[in-house]
């Protein structure tokens, strides 16, 4: 009932910049927290950043002062500016989200998760 659609991911150069988007498409109600996962090879999956609905921020300790989360409540959409690069962020990028559902019958909550999009820093 639910997807989560990502874009922006690529090749990016160390110090530079990038942007990913997360668009939640479907039987949508409501959304609570929005946020950004990564795994890199051989690691577990962290969570990068994540924002509520209200526009409270968390960020790992790692990309904070060089990654901006937001989101824009009208479009289900979450955003992720990564600035200052460097090639310890590459890896695959994952958006979650969790989306209260409206199934034309009833509500219920749930987790869902974007396909993932590579974001590789490298000269």
């Known amino acids: 009932q639910v997807q989560l659609v990502e874009s922006g991911g690529g090749l990016g150069q160390p110090g530079g910049s990038l942007r990913l988007s997360c668009a939640a498409v479907?039987?949508?109600?409501?959304?609570?927290?929005m946020g950004w996962y990564r795994q890199a090879p051989g690691k577990q999956r962290e969570l990068v950043a994540v924002?509520?609905?209200?526009?409270?921020?968390n960020y790992t300790d790692s990309v904070k002062g060089r990654f901006t989360i937001s989101r824009d409540n009208a479009k289900n959409t979450v955003y992720l500016q990564m600035n200052s690069l460097k090639p310890e962020d590459t890896a695959l990028y994952y958006c979650?989200?969790?989306?209260?559902?409206?199934?034309?019958?009833?509500?219920?909550?749930?987790?869902?998760w974007g396909q993932g999009t590579q974001v590789t820093v490298s000269s």
């Open positions: 979650n989200a969790d989306v209260r559902v409206y199934s034309g019958v009833f509500y219920f909550s749930n987790e869902y």
């Open positions: 479907g039987s949508i109600f409501s959304i609570n927290s």
């Open positions: 924002i509520t609905s209200g526009g409270s921020t």
